[in-house]
């Protein structure tokens, strides 16, 4: 049946009505009902089908019909208050023409000239009455025409009886406006004013006095007997309705399926129908809606068929007997849901109720459905249930069930949080009830507050710890709560709840529970460790959320808290939250924050949450409260990271349903009824029972002077009305009604007040207050100046003024209580539902909290005056009788894609945890049936897991069909879409994201994109109202963009407020203006939520524009007005003189100041002027275009900020978006986000970023940088494409060939088959291609394969043969990476060194160690650095030239990130050499990844086609299947913590219990993965169990690990590996992984060339890194991208998985290179300068066309040709290339020769000059040596030498990580040589204070340290240049102070330092205790005796070793030997020591 009825809905027509647009009623000329034609008219169908006697025989079964149909409603009118279940919800919908109030006496005008004339008279009397619902207004209206249309009165009573009834005077000339309206009006009839009201005057409700005196109502079964009489009821109601009724069974039939549903008649329903069936047209269908509707009022059926027939014609037949058949439904069911409020609908109910005809209408609206088919739905059921318990297999039939979809709708509680579940409101004893001519009044007694009891004694604060006290200055003791909840609240950290009146101190006990979590973080000095912790407020509204922030700061300034608001209105930045420890927000804003799975930063160092008005769980914001409430709870159970939660409530009678949903033990409820108020509440409810609207208002006003008399004289009284207009009209309307009965003497008490308050009321601002003030009436509220605000609260406490009347102003934000308050009515303007709706529980309780002084009142008094039918209400609310149900299924779909966005809730089964986690479960289980849960259902299902499920089912089903998640309804998973994203970060309804799917266009202009965000979900209840239409009118001429619509649709009133915002036009309805604050409220989100889907779906010109509107909505200004409008302080007349100037913004920027201010006709505005100019953000691009292939370009973008950065402005950063767009702007190709910030302002940024090419090629592309917040901040560079030159096509890849694999004996050596023995037996498919190449020949071989196919053993094959054939070989093994070269040297150490007895070494960097390790060697292993450094002088050293073998890996990394261009340049010279010797070939075999230009590598490297092996990336030994999920989340740091969660579920679901690695960006992230793993890990699931070894074993591997956090990660199955680790740690870490005693390894990123393991599993945890030099992330180069993924690749797998997190605009970059090959790049043109001049100083290079010739031995010389513009070259042929080479060759050479490294003489020669060769042999950059060169002086000391050594060039490869500035600053505020003007995010500055924290011997973090040591490592061959440098020039003091500080380094201290500090062990205290007993060096101490140095010293035997092999090794005599050891500091300082020595003599 569900999907029966769901297939029905999807073709009602309320599914498209957004997209219809609606006739201007007052276009449509309706017929009067009785008016006579003029045509022949038919008897035909009048007499009827009736045979005679039939109409006596339908009277006689009318009589027993209307017997039973009494009993029925009487006992529906029973179920009606008692039935706890829901029934549909009745939807509203938009008003239109023929909806109207039907209130009692309702004026309605017929034709369209009345129409307008009477919208002009309800404007005029709206304007009279003030801010009042809309059925006071039209009531006063009718009144009105009753009086003006009265001929037998005179004008002047006419004008006496209009001013009683609009309560004020009326101007003579307005009063003549007013009559010339009525004459207008010619269709006004008083008949419909004489019609009886059938409204009961005496209606009551369910309240009980006392236990005895009546029954309680009680819910009860109906019996079958009664089931068939309702049943016969309704049949013979329905049969009834018509008279053209046949009896026989064939026409029963028929009116049967003519028969409609009513709950199927929704507010367009007719509009729909008559769409569907005759006209669809928007305007026409809506024209005969109208006409059909007022036909159908017409109680004459014949009258009605005939009009019917004339107006849709016989061929509608049809659906003409549709209509006549159900009338009455059609006509009344669109009276309900067009009424304009709550008493509106009543007032219809009950007419209905009341007439025979219209019950069974609204009785089968309430039911929801007939009997018969709630009979038929409970044995389908039954049945199931029956079918369902005789399976055996329950679990698995439960998980496989068909879920039932439900209409969340429809169990949505549709009076939201004034829905009542409780059946009667039992008062306290002494309440009595009055009844009153209209109106009753209902009395309770305040009640007394209990006696204390006898261990009962109130917390004195001196009792409290000292510290604690300061947050209660100036109190004496706790009251009497918070003296219960103090152990609790200080002492414990359980979670608990207060439930309490309010004013009864729950902010004091929120305060203890903050003291405590302060106290928990105070260290033993009393400090308060303010990083440890942040505490979280959540407070309901705006208003108190300030006032606790003000509260809180400043009780909590004593202890440096800091405390910030968040709210929608003020947000926080990065910084702001990290200072900030206590955050006070609301709910709204924390469920933002907290759905965002990216931002951590405000969550995760939460530990104590406080939840105050914690009821508001009732409210309609009661579901986000749920959600967020629900999260915490669940990320506590997953990190197991304690938040403490604290509920703070008003008093609630199932109280212990909220502390289960809070996790509070039961011993941590305190729950306190109203008698412990501070002042005890006397309360007093009068409910109205007047029908007419306006006597109603007039009533209030009668009783609220009443209730103002009988305090008058005695108490002063606060009267709380609900709008700023009301305030002075209702204490205008006091006075007068106190002046006309001569009572206002008992306002004025004394003189002295009246002389006060006669003095005050000059000084105020407002008129209003002015005029009231010397009567002793106020007004306050938050319209009102601070000063007149501030006025009134002080008299008021004074005591002079008497009454005060005010909005809720008072009740949040200031602290004023008074004797008395009176509610003066309890409706206020909702502009979400567009209308009047009851005040919130929260807004009574807090006005209601202001009655009662403490200090001068025995009891308060609080009085509301509401309509009757809330009495009960409000009667349950204050006296703890309102329980408090869950509202969350009404929003059950928005969380749950919010949920699934989070990442939290992955499948319906996680989905289904999830709502166990809810107020909604709590709710569900307690009260099954008022949920919609049958008791069957409940009994049979008792965790409600079905129930859950199809939630659950039914919320997917809707978010799916809204395109916002992907839901397998199979598996039941769930993928979050790009619209579930925009929704979820947005806070979109799924509702409006469908409407935006749906009509969004990339072709819509500026006034679709208007309508469509009005016609958007959240604005479905705006409506127009009759009296504001004539000013919305007036605001339609004056807004720029068209309006389609009628101005009677919402859509159009939406379209138009929102356009006026912009034009900042003044509205003067309150109704209207409340209607505006709500569109602009939410349009910021709205339209930025369309530009986001614009964005993701590549609409280029609908995304600008979107954008623009979002801009123009924060501006309030157009885009066509000068864009200096946003600066606040320019008048508005100069701006106004720019725009008629109409001067374009981009010429004022080439004005001076005295240029604009002549512009203008202001000169002394020019100054200012030119400022803003200049201040408004503009930025300058610059664009290169390199293509990569032929379909993807590479753009690096320049972008330079042209304006001057203002904080003011500009605040700390200014967002950009760079858009690059096709060639007709229509198409986005790339977008990325860009933040400005301010301390960078002043610098260039590279943003580098590829884009796809297409066939044919575009004429150019357009790269647009627009400002995310400025209208008109945007600048466009065109990209032509005119001179592109693309890429030569690549070559086809080798073809994987199914070859038989090749087993071990292939190798035919038994010594060489050993080295493979025990690992496998055959050889892969790609070893076995290339085994005959590498094994069998000689020839040079390239093998391009992907990562982890087994290359390595490839180039063994060319090992094991040079071995075979020569034993004393040479072989160089060369890689770009350390790490690599560390673990081929372990390897082959292992293999070929101990196995086969071959010398394996590791070059040093050290020239003459290398030497001879390479001639005494048969294996050497390199970096390309270092054996560019040993093979410069190959002509020298004939051990380079006899190499026989040249092993090159990773060759495609000579285009990669970070290369200099030497790997491209050592094997371009190894080529060389062996052209240039005889009888020595060298081989050379390279090993690269998949590349898409493999040929070009193999003939530079000298293979042949046969030899050149260039497999694709998908030539996979092991196949590799690759999942890639994109994050839209800009911030870095935010965006991989969204990446946690979906790693974890990596994990579980693709591992498998197998062996994982997991890469990430930095060492931080690798910690915090690894915590979030261990929080992860379940012992009890295999899938999250990571450790599979006992911890005895584990222990036993890991027991010498030093590092606590590797330690502790291991001991839960997660190993860490990253650079921080020592060798010895990263064996182990190795070790454990390998041998599968834990499952995954967490690495960062750049150890993935160094790690040789392999895994299952591999998860890219982001491919972005900080680069500190551009200051923002930078894209990790593609090969390591690649090689991380090799690194899934285990043999004992038959397949690898891979998981791969980017940022969402790199998505389809990777996709592309991950699927295709790498095209290769030579870099080699950017360092051509160092490598030139180390070739002029070996003299290989002697003139400039050797230089050429050397080029064209490069890579780069084969790829200019076939890639030509990537170079810059413009042109390939002979002519062009030569060109190109000798242009490059000659700037090269002439930076050398500037730099004074080279000489070139008679402009062709070159020769080396000294600083060359110094570069050459030291090898460093020749920029360096010039700096050098230009900065030494003779007169530098050591500061400036350390300068001077930190600006080289070396050290520009240093990071910069994000955030590492503070650090950096802190160490510099403590170093003895402070730097001058330093920027701590330069690698100057940085370098500069490692090594001065070096000689300190300052501790440093892990990354410091490591660069620290990076540092270290090139200042010895930097400072030994520096000395030669500096002994060129023969300077004697600085080359001493260059030598000193070489000693420095290598002994870290300072030159003043003690010499005793150079020793091992010794520190301060040992120094100290040295230089007590006069032992100041090393031969002090040496002389000691032992005995005495053993005592000094008091070192371990351990230590005095160290100590002794220190001394002796360096300068002990031989008699004087403690022990003979080596020590390697000596003899560098005695080589500097003679060197300096030679110095001396020479410079002598």
């Given at each position: 049946m569900a999907d029966k009825a769901s297939r029905n809905k999807q073709y009602e027509y309320k599914a498209n009505s957004n997209l219809v647009l609606s006739a201007d009623r007052s276009l449509i000329e309706t017929p009067r009902s009785n008016e006579p034609s003029g045509e022949v008219e038919s008897l035909w169908g009048k007499m009827g089908k009736t045979k005679m006697g039939d109409l006596a025989m339908a009277r006689q079964r009318n009589e027993e019909l209307q017997e039973m149909l009494s009993k029925l409603r009487k006992r529906q009118k029973d179920k009606k208050e008692d039935e706890p279940e829901i029934t549909k919800k009745q939807k509203r919908g938009g008003e239109d023409a023929f909806s109207s109030a039907f209130s009692s006496g309702a004026y309605r005008p017929k034709t369209k000239e009345t129409k307008a004339v009477y919208e002009s008279m309800l404007n005029f009397i709206s304007s009279c009455l003030g801010d009042q619902p809309q059925d006071i207004i039209r009531d006063a209206g009718s009144e009105a025409l009753l009086i003006l249309k009265n001929e037998d009165m005179k004008a002047p009573a006419k004008k006496k009886e209009i001013e009683t009834l609009l309560g004020g005077a009326i101007p003579e000339n307005k009063f003549a406006e007013l009559t010339d309206l009525s004459k207008k009006i010619t269709d006004f009839s008083d008949e419909t004013e004489k019609a009886v009201d059938t409204l009961d005057e005496d209606r009551g409700v369910a309240v009980v006095f006392d236990d005895e005196s009546e029954d309680e109502l009680e819910l009860r079964d109906e019996d079958e007997e009664d089931e068939e009489d309702e049943v016969a009821v309704e049949e013979g109601t329905k049969r009834l309705e018509t008279l053209n009724a046949d009896d026989d069974a064939e026409d029963m039939d028929t009116d049967a399926a003519n028969d409609l549903d009513p709950k199927d008649i929704k507010a367009f329903w007719l509009k729909g129908q008559v769409s569907s069936r005759i006209d669809n047209d928007p305007l026409n269908s809506q024209k005969i809606a109208e006409q059909i509707h007022v036909i159908l009022e017409n109680d004459d059926e014949r009258d009605v068929e005939n009009k019917l027939v004339q107006l849709l014609n016989y061929s509608n037949f049809d659906f003409i007997k549709i209509l006549l058949r159900n009338r009455l439904k059609i006509l009344w069911c669109s009276k309900l849901v067009h009424a304009e409020d709550d008493r509106e609908r009543a007032s219809i109910e009950d007419h209905m109720r009341n007439d025979p005809r219209l019950a069974p209408i609204l009785d089968a609206l309430h039911r929801g459905g007939g009997k018969r088919e709630e009979k038929r739905e409970k044995e389908i059921r039954k049945e199931a249930r029956s079918l369902k318990a005789k399976d055996k297999d329950s679990e698995k039939d439960d998980k496989t069930r068909a879920k039932t979809l439900l209409d969340l709708e429809s169990l949505a509680f549709a009076q939201g949080g004034h829905f009542m579940s409780n059946k009667q409101c039992k008062l306290p004893d002494g309440s009595f009830r009055k009844q009153k001519k209209g109106y009753e009044e209902v009395h309770i007694p305040a009640l007394k507050a209990p006696p204390l009891e006898h261990d009962e004694k109130l917390v004195k604060i001196e009792d409290m710890p000292d510290y604690a006290q300061k947050a209660f200055k100036g109190m004496k003791s706790l009251n009497r709560v918070q003296s219960r909840l103090y152990k609790e609240a200080f002492f414990q950290n359980d979670n608990f709840l207060l439930c309490a009146p309010t004013g009864a101190?729950?902010?004091?006990?929120?305060?203890?529970?903050?003291?405590?979590?302060?106290?928990?973080?105070?260290?033993?000095?009393?400090?308060?460790?303010?990083?440890?912790?942040?505490?979280?407020?959540?407070?309901?509204?705006?208003?108190?959320?300030?006032?606790?922030?003000?509260?809180?700061?400043?009780?909590?300034?004593?202890y440096g808290i800091s405390v910030k608001e968040l709210t929608g209105d003020s947000n926080l930045t990065k910084e702001q939250i990290k200072a900030t420890q206590v955050i006070v927000t609301t709910p709204e804003k924390w469920d933002i924050i907290t759905r965002k799975s990216g931002d951590r930063t405000y969550t995760q160092l939460v530990k104590l949450m406080i939840i105050d008005e914690i009821h508001l769980l009732h409210d309609e914001r009661g579901p986000t409260l749920e959600c967020l409430v629900a999260r915490t709870i669940r990320q506590i159970e997953q990190t197991q990271e304690m938040i403490r939660l604290v509920g703070l409530s008003a008093t609630l009678p199932n109280y212990e349903d909220v502390a289960t949903f809070l996790r509070v033990k039961p011993e941590n409820v305190f729950a306190f009824n109203n008698s412990f108020r501070p002042c005890p509440l006397e309360q007093q409810y009068i409910g109205i029972t007047e029908k007419k609207a306006i006597k109603r208002l007039q009533l209030i006003n009668e009783i609220t002077y009443e209730k103002l008399m009988e305090q008058a004289g005695t108490n002063q009284v606060l009267v709380f009305v609900h709008s700023r207009k009301e305030t002075a009209k209702t204490a205008r309307t006091l006075r007068d009604m106190a002046l006309e009965q001569d009572t206002l003497t008992k306002f004025l008490k004394e003189a002295s007040s009246r002389e006060i308050l006669q003095a005050e009321a000059e000084t105020a601002k407002n008129a209003d207050l002015k005029e009231l003030l010397p009567y002793g009436f106020g007004i306050h509220h938050a319209g009102m100046a601070r000063t007149d605000r501030t006025l009134v609260e002080d008299m008021f406490a004074d005591g002079h003024i008497q009454v005060l009347v005010s909005t809720s102003t008072l009740a949040w934000g200031v602290n004023l209580p008074a004797h008395t308050v009176i509610i003066r009515g309890t409706q206020i303007y909702n502009a979400e539902k567009g209308r009047w709706t009851e005040l919130s529980p929260m807004d009574i309780m807090q006005m209601l909290g202001r009655a009662g002084r403490p200090a001068y009142d025995s009891f308060g008094e609080g009085i509301i005056i509401t309509g009757h039918t809330e009495l009960q209400y409000y009667l349950s609310l204050m006296n703890q009788q309102l329980p408090i149900e869950s509202q969350l299924i009404g929003k059950l779909a928005d969380n749950l894609n919010a949920e699934i966005v989070l990442g939290s809730v992955p499948n319906a089964e996680a989905a289904v945890n999830w709502l166990g986690y809810t107020y909604l479960y709590i709710c569900m289980l307690r009260n099954p049936t008022l949920y919609g849960i049958s008791a069957s259902e409940a009994d049979d299902d008792k965790l409600l897991v079905k129930r859950r499920q199809d939630l659950v089912h039914s919320a997917a089903a809707l978010l799916d069909k809204a395109n916002l998640i992907k839901y397998d309804r199979k598996s039941g998973n769930f993928q979050v879409t790009d619209l579930g994203k925009v929704a979820s970060h947005y806070y979109v309804s799924h509702s409006t994201m469908a409407i935006y799917n749906d009509n969004l266009k990339p072709s819509i202009g500026d006034i679709e994109l208007f309508r469509l965000f009005s016609l958007s979900g959240e604005f479905k209840y705006l409506n127009v109202r009759e009296e504001e239409r004539v000013e919305l009118e007036q605001l339609l001429d004056r807004v720029p963009i068209p309006v389609k619509e009628s101005i009677e649709e919402g859509s159009a009133k939406v379209n138009v407020l929102l356009q006026a915002y912009i034009s900042r036009l003044k509205l003067e309805g309150f109704a209207l203006m409340a209607d505006m604050v709500y569109v602009t409220q939410s349009a910021g989100r709205l339209i930025r939520a369309i530009f986001e889907i614009c964005l993701k779906r590549g609409w280029a010109q609908l995304a600008m524009k979107a954008l623009d509107i979002c801009k123009m909505v924060d501006r309030r200004m157009w885009s066509s007005q000068t864009p200096l409008r946003q600066f606040s302080d320019i008048p508005e007349d100069i701006l106004k003189k720019i725009e008629r100037k109409d001067f374009p913004m981009d010429r004022l920027y080439d004005l001076n100041a005295q240029e604009i201010g002549e512009l203008i006709n202001f000169p002394s505005m020019g100054k200012a002027l030119f400022t803003h100019v200049h201040q408004f953000p503009k930025v300058d691009i610059e664009a290169v275009v390199q293509p990569m292939t032929r379909s993807m370009l590479k753009i690096e973008l320049t972008i330079t900020p042209d304006f001057k950065f203002e904080e003011k402005y500009h605040a700390n950063a200014e967002p950009w978006w760079i858009i690059v767009e096709d060639v007709d702007g229509e198409k986005i190709l790339h977008s990325e986000y860009f933040l400005l910030k301010r301390k960078f302002a002043d610098q260039e940024h590279n943003v580098s970023f590829s884009v796809p090419l297409f066939e044919p090629l575009h004429p150019q592309y357009f790269i647009r940088v627009v400002s995310d917040r400025w209208i008109g901040a945007e600048t466009v560079k065109p990209i032509s494409f005119r001179h592109l030159i693309l890429p030569e096509k690549f070559p086809p890849h080798t073809e994987l060939l199914d070859l038989q694999p090749i087993p071990l004996s292939e190798l035919r050596n038994p010594e060489f088959e050993k080295l493979y023995a025990g690992r496998f037996r055959f050889f892969n498919p790609i070893q076995t291609q290339v085994f005959q190449s590498l094994y069998h020949t000689d020839h040079s071989v390239l093998v391009a394969a992907p990562t982890g196919s087994g290359k390595t053993i490839c180039a063994e094959f060319a090992i094991l043969r040079e071995l075979g054939q020569n034993p004393t070989a040479k072989i160089v093994y060369v890689a770009p990476f350390v790490g690599t070269v560390k673990e081929r040297f372990r390897d082959w150490s292992e293999s070929f060194g101990a196995k086969l007895g071959k010398k394996v070494v590791e070059l040093t960097g050290e020239t003459a160690a290398d030497l001879k390790l390479l001639e005494k060697s048969n294996i050497i292993c390199s970096t390309p650095e270092n054996w560019d450094l040993l093979s410069r002088r190959w002509k020298q050293r004939k051990n380079v030239q006899a190499v026989n073998l040249f092993i090159v890996d990773e060759l495609h990394l000579i285009g990669g990130a970070g290369d200099t261009g030497t790997l491209e340049v050592i094997t371009s010279r190894m080529r060389y050499i062996s052209s240039r010797t005889e009888g020595n070939k060298i081989r050379i075999v390279a090993l690269a990844s998949s590349v898409a230009n493999a040929k070009d590598l193999g003939e530079w490297i000298g293979t042949t086609s046969h030899t050149c092996f260039a497999f694709h990336p998908n030539a996979r030994p092991i196949p590799l299947e690759i999942h890639m999920q994109g994050f839209d989340i800009p911030h870095f740091g935010a965006r991989l913590m969204a990446m946690s969660r979906p790693t974890l579920y990596a994990v579980a679901n693709h591992a498998q219990g197998k062996p994982t690695i997991i890469f990430v960006p930095n060492r931080k992230q690798a910690r915090r993965t690894a915590k979030d793993l261990i929080s992860f890990s379940d012992p009890e699931d295999p899938n999250r169990t990571f450790l599979h070894v006992s911890a005895d074993d584990l222990t036993k591997a890991t027991e010498q690990l030093e590092n606590k956090v590797l330690k502790e990660a291991l001991g839960f199955g997660v190993a860490l590996y990253h650079e921080g680790l020592m060798e010895r740690e990263k064996r182990v870490t190795e070790h454990v992984f390998a041998s599968g005693a834990v499952q995954i390894l967490v690495a960062t990123y750049n150890m993935c060339w160094g790690l040789d393991l392999s895994a299952y599993l591999v998860v890219i945890m982001g491919t972005q890194y900080y680069d500190g030099k551009e200051h923002q992330y930078t894209d990790y180069p593609i090969a390591d991208v690649l090689q991380m993924m090799g690194r899934a690749s285990r043999t004992e797998e038959q397949l690898g998985k891979v998981v791969l997190f980017c940022h969402g605009p790199k998505k389809e970059f990777y996709k592309k290179f991950l699927y295709e090959p790498l095209p290769v790049e030579s870099h080699l043109d950017h360092f051509l300068a160092d490598h030139l001049n180390s070739e002029i100083v070996t003299k290989t290079i002697e003139n400039k066309q050797d230089a050429v010739d050397y080029l064209t031995w490069t890579f780069f010389y084969r790829r200019l040709a076939q890639n030509p513009n990537y170079y810059n070259l413009q042109g390939v042929s002979h002519r062009h290339l030569s060109d190109y080479l000798s242009e490059l060759i000659e700037h090269t050479l002439s930076d050398l020769e500037q730099s004074k490294c080279i000489s070139i003489e008679e402009d062709i020669d070159v020769a080396p000059l000294n600083l060359g060769?110094?570069?050459?042999?030291?090898?460093?950059?020749?920029?360096?040596?010039?700096?050098?060169?230009?900065?030494?002086?003779?007169?530098?000391?050591?500061?400036?030498?350390?300068?001077?050594?930190?600006?080289?060039?070396?050290?520009?490869?240093?990071?910069?990580?994000?955030?590492?500035?503070?650090?950096?600053?802190?160490?510099?505020?403590?170093?003895?040589?402070?730097?001058?003007?330093?920027?701590?995010?330069?690698?100057?500055?940085?370098?500069?204070?490692?090594?001065?924290?070096?000689?300190?011997?300052?501790?440093?973090?892990?990354?410091?340290?490591?660069?620290?040591?990076?540092?270290?490592?090139?200042?010895?061959?930097?400072?030994?240049?520096?000395?030669?440098?500096?002994?060129?020039?023969?300077?004697?003091?600085?080359?001493?102070?260059?030598?000193?500080?070489?000693?420095?380094?290598?002994?870290?201290?300072?030159?003043?330092?003690?010499?005793?500090?150079?020793?091992?062990?010794?520190?301060?205290?040992?120094?100290?205790?040295?230089?007590?007993?006069?032992?100041?060096?090393?031969?002090?101490?040496?002389?000691?005796?032992?005995?005495?140095?053993?005592?000094?010293?008091?070192?371990?035997?351990?230590?005095?070793?160290?100590?002794?092999?220190?001394?002796?090794?360096?300068?002990?005599?031989?008699?004087?030997?403690?022990?003979?050891?080596?020590?390697?500091?000596?003899?560098?300082?005695?080589?500097?020591?003679?060197?300096?020595?030679?110095?001396?003599?020479?410079?002598?």
């Open positions: 101190g729950k902010t004091n006990v929120a305060m203890l529970a903050m003291l405590h979590e302060i106290g928990k973080n105070r260290t033993k000095d009393g400090q308060i460790d303010l990083e440890a912790f942040k505490i979280i407020y959540v407070a309901p509204m705006k208003s108190l959320v300030q006032e606790m922030v003000g509260n809180f700061s400043k009780r909590l300034e004593p060769m110094i570069a050459c042999y030291y090898n460093i950059k020749y920029t360096t040596i010039e700096l050098f060169n230009s900065s030494l002086q003779a007169k530098t000391k050591l500061k400036g030498i350390i300068e001077i050594l930190s600006s080289a060039t070396e050290y520009d490869q240093l990071p910069i990580r994000h955030g590492e500035e503070k650090a950096i600053k802190r160490l510099a505020s403590h170093l003895p040589l402070k730097i001058e003007k330093p920027n701590y995010s330069t690698s100057l500055t940085k370098v500069n204070v490692l090594l001065q924290s070096h000689f300190s011997r300052r501790s440093l973090s892990a990354d410091l340290a490591q660069d620290q040591s990076y540092v270290l490592e090139h200042s010895v061959r930097l400072l030994q240049a520096m000395v030669d440098v500096i002994s060129s020039s023969g300077w004697l003091s600085p080359a001493l102070a260059a030598m000193e500080l070489s000693q420095m380094v290598t002994q870290a201290v300072w030159d003043n330092d003690p010499v005793l500090k150079q020793l091992p062990h010794f520190t301060s205290e040992v120094i100290q205790r040295c230089k007590d007993n006069k032992v100041e060096n090393v031969f002090d101490l040496l002389d000691l005796e032992d005995d005495d140095r053993n005592t000094l010293l008091k070192m371990t035997d351990a230590q005095l070793e160290d100590v002794a092999k220190v001394c002796n090794r360096s300068v002990a005599p031989p008699k004087k030997k403690i022990k003979s050891l080596p020590h390697p500091f000596t003899r560098r300082t005695v080589q500097v020591f003679t060197f300096c020595c030679s110095l001396c003599n020479s410079a002598a």
